[in-house]
């Protein structure tokens, strides 16, 4: 955490380390969530000076990507997407995760897995990820969550899943960008995408069922970079979070 009260002389306050590589990391008030190895980390920076780790779950494989919607948690590894009840910090359990995968014909499927077989996909993750075809891959970072709706993408394609908490997720729309997709956000029935080799893309998420290319944006850093929870903004440096105060 960083101290910019002064913005001439900014000062760290605190960092947070991880066990393993850190590739996402949201903040909802004062939680953080990270994204980090085969586990989520939820810390507490309440008080800036002293980050403190509430708790850690199991994310059925390589946590690639993490977003904090209200008292839940989702995450996307490369198998799939997973979402937690994290009410009680403390003690967070696993609601749902399903298997995303292409199908033969073209399309997408979303296969619910029960969370207590968890454990058994995180150890054999790297079999599954080389010996089936229909695997999700590492490009499946990007993750952006509204209404009931997850924007994934796996490579260049853009996805639209159905997260209603009642039912079990569905593949509701599908887009081939043309380039692989590094980051997205989305903004007001828009999906901002930054694609590899500096490109951009809009797409019009008003109809998930229906995504809709929508010209090109200058917003690449706003897409991955900075963001910003409760007086205080963060970020993700070299496997650490970083928060500032922010008025």
């Known amino acids: 955490s960083v101290d910019v009260s002064n913005p001439d002389s900014p000062s760290i306050l605190d960092t947070q380390g991880t066990v393993s590589d850190a590739w996402d990391m949201?903040?909802?008030?004062?939680?953080?969530?990270i994204a980090s190895g085969g586990r989520i980390r939820l810390v507490d920076?309440?008080?800036?000076?002293?980050?403190?780790?509430?708790?850690?779950?199991?994310?059925?494989?390589k946590?690639?990507?993490v977003e904090i919607v209200g008292d839940r948690a989702y995450h996307l590894t490369r198998l799939g997407l997973g979402v937690t009840d994290i009410s009680d910090p403390a003690h967070p359990p696993l609601v749902r995760f399903a298997w995303i995968v292409p199908t033969w014909s073209g399309g997408w499927d979303a296969i619910d897995l029960d969370p207590a077989i968890c454990d058994l996909f995180s150890r054999d993750e790297d079999a599954l990820w080389w010996t089936i075809p229909n695997c999700l891959g590492s490009g499946i970072r990007p993750l952006d969550v509204d209404d009931g709706v997850a924007y994934i993408s796996f490579f260049r394609h853009l996805l639209?899943?159905?997260v209603a908490e009642e039912a079990p997720f569905e593949?509701?729309?599908a887009l081939q960008l043309g380039r692989r997709i590094e980051a997205l956000r989305f903004d007001e029935g828009e999906v901002f995408v930054n694609l590899a080799w500096g490109g951009t893309a809009v797409v019009d998420v008003g109809n998930p069922s229906s995504l809709?290319?929508?010209?090109?944006h200058d917003l690449r850093d706003w897409v991955s970079g900075v963001?910003?929870?409760?007086?205080?903004?963060y970020r993700l440096?070299?496997?650490?979070i970083e928060v500032a105060l922010a008025w």
Request: aromatic share 6%; with cysteine.
């Open 212 to 216: 809709v290319p929508d010209g090109i």
């Open 63 to 65: 946590a690639m990507a």
């Open 171 to 173: 593949i509701i729309g």
């Open 45 to 61: 920076a309440g008080t800036p000076s002293n980050l403190i780790e509430i708790s850690s779950y199991g994310a059925c494989g």
């Open 227 to 233: 963001r910003f929870g409760w007086t205080r903004s």
């Open 237 to 240: 440096s070299g496997g650490k």
């Open 26 to 33: 949201d903040m909802e008030g004062s939680l953080v969530a």
């Open 160 to 162: 639209a899943v159905g």
